[in-house]
């Protein structure tokens, strides 16, 4: 691995495990055994690392996994298999999530391309919403679509930061996570129609096991 | 004013109008035109400051607003009053809302009070929810009604987090408030009955004129 990807992965790991705020520059050279001269030489200083963390990891992992909406997809799974995966993406940079006002406030470049990135995604789910509603599996007045695009990605966005403030306990395990996905889908569920109803269980009674056992397993 | 109630009321001032990570007692005490040694007298530091902040005002506003669950309230009324007087409180402390996780994360203490209140207020409007399903003006499954509540408390906790981090300019104003009141209502749109459908829409348009109004304002 390059240096400048290993200052990239030490980073995420140390900036998810003590929180972005408690790690310098000095820190993340001295974990690498490299010197700060070095780190330098990649990196102007740590909001520099940040906004590369989001550019080449976070932003591509959002984009590229973004569902097509297509005649092959089956237009539930595929919302479900989204808001599954932005979780995942959540989980792994789980320090940009904890912290996101702080760290868009401190860095003006940051803070636009993430505004940009959101702008596509909010443009894609309502996609995915409308093509649901086509296919006769959602029901929801189109005037309230933006509304509920924004609630869901409400939700996803600051799920992390909820369960931090609700929780004494600072551990964050695969529970939290499915916590989260089967939120949003008690937000999408009066919006489902009784064709679709039966899938959408299923999916629901998937995500109930799968934190059931995670609970059992910490 | 007491000194130390001009030290709360100056910190809340300028927590709001700066960011609390950009304001010290320094700040503060100039601010006041008092000495820090003054300052220290009556707080030991800036968390100490903003725990009283949160128990002294924040805890109570929140609290005392909260509606009794009675015969005589109308209960649709009662959770959308709520729900208006919840924003209310955090655009007056939006200092504390838009830095939630951090604040918490510095001060245990803080945590726990926060933790114990966020739990007082799961419940009443659990119960507020639940009034309504027997008065039949809403309809759902009782299983799901702490996810539903707490939905509604993420929404209401990281709106303006939220708002912040979609928007690039900092300014809040009174449409950012009743934006957020707006969303409360698309989550609880579905679960309206139709005997009270007609109420809840008068409601909704109410605070789309609102919003409107506020908007033209700026």
């Known amino acids: 691995m390059k240096t400048r990807d290993k200052i990239i992965q030490a980073s995420i790991a140390l900036f998810n495990e003590h929180g ?3 790690v310098t ?3 993340i050279a001295a974990d690498l055994g490299i010197s700060p001269g070095n780190l330098y030489y990649h990196f102007r200083n740590k909001e520099d690392i940040i906004l590369s963390i989001y550019e080449e990891y976070a932003r591509t992992l959002l984009l590229e996994s973004m569902p097509e909406v297509s005649p092959d997809v089956k237009p539930l799974d595929a919302i479900i298999l989204y808001m599954d995966m932005v979780f995942q993406a959540m989980m792994k940079f789980r320090f940009f999530y904890s912290n996101l006002p702080v760290l868009l406030a401190k860095n003006p470049l940051l803070h636009d391309k993430y505004v940009e990135v959101q702008s596509f995604i909010a443009d894609r789910v309502s996609q995915l919403l409308l093509s649901l509603k086509q296919a006769d599996m959602m029901e929801f007045d189109d005037e309230d679509l933006p509304e509920i695009v924004s609630i869901l990605r409400l939700v996803n966005t600051f799920w992390l930061s909820f369960y931090q403030t609700q929780n004494n306990e600072e551990e964050i395990n695969d529970s939290v996570f499915y916590q989260g996905v089967l939120k ?10 009784d064709s679709a109803k039966e ?14 056992a995670s609970l059992a397993a910490v």
Chains 1, 2 share one sequence.
């Open 20 to 22: 972005e705020r408690n």
């Open 25 to 27: 520059t000095n820190h």
């Open 199 to 212: 899938e959408f269980l299923a999916a629901r009674t998937m995500y109930r096991k799968r934190l059931e």
């Open 184 to 193: 949003i889908l008690v937000i999408i569920h009066p919006y489902i129609s």
